[in-house]
């Protein structure tokens, strides 16, 4: 009998713009193909328990602004062990809004300051002059990637010695219009501003099945 893999996706129904769910419908498809199963479990509002170490890979997708005023009524309950599971090294995606949330705060185009899990040295701000939108090419340690931006919220790390970028740009903006960073890396945790979905980049979800199956390994044998 096939062994199953448990994704849960943080906030399903509240954060999924520009196709973000096709991230997880690629990597059930790439896993089914090495003979898994898979599970994905929607850890949303109405979620009364969840232990991030139960699954093996986390996905938090983007949202509208207004979506992400109302996961962070929700969020800081699951704030303990998302981070644990982060700082044990285990696999997570946060695309756009669910990248945002990694970090300290975001500040929205409305003037409102959205506290966020405050897990990693990030803030993403606000500034009038343009929203980032478009096509996205950048270069990664697996390769060249392709995707779409479309965000106003621009990402800031601060401390350039913990978290490093996931891929450098060649075309777009990514993480804002100046340092030249798409997305970021923290051990096995990616955020990245790529939609399209950013996994239609075979290499890139290559690696992301690599250590999601290492992680299932790890998992069951404890
Ligand atoms: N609302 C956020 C922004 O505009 C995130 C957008 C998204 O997740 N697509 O920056």
């Given at each position: ?33 090495k ?15 969840f232990?991030?170490f ?21 969020i ?57 939108i ?26 350039n ?62």
């Amino acid at each position: 009998m096939a062994e199953t893999i448990k994704i849960a996706y943080l906030y399903e129904d509240l954060m999924n713009t520009y196709g973000d769910s096709g991230d997880v419908k690629i990597l059930s498809y790439l896993l089914k193909e090495k003979g898994y199963d898979t599970q994905v479990d929607n850890i949303s509002i109405d979620t009364d328990v969840f232990d991030a170490f139960d699954y093996d890979f986390l996905f938090f997708g983007g949202g509208q602004d207004f979506e992400q005023t109302v996961v962070a009524k929700d969020i800081m309950r699951h704030r303990e062990t998302i981070k644990d599971y982060i700082e044990d090294e285990r696999p997570m995606l946060g695309i756009c809004g669910g990248y945002q949330f990694l970090g300290t705060y975001y500040e929205t185009i409305g003037g409102d300051t959205i506290q966020c899990l405050n897990i990693l040295p990030i803030h993403t701000v606000f500034k009038a002059d343009s929203r980032m939108i478009g096509d996205t090419e950048f270069e990664t340690p697996w390769g060249i990637a392709r995707a779409f931006e479309n965000h106003s919220g621009r990402t800031y790390f601060d401390d350039n010695e913990t978290v490093e970028a996931f891929g450098k740009m060649v075309q777009g903006y990514g993480n804002n219009p100046e340092d030249g960073n798409e997305g970021l890396r923290y051990k096995n945790t990616f955020g990245s501003y790529s939609h399209g979905p950013l996994l239609k980049n075979e290499n890139i979800a290559n690696m992301f099945v690599e250590k999601i199956i290492e992680n299932h390994k790890t998992r069951v044998s404890e």
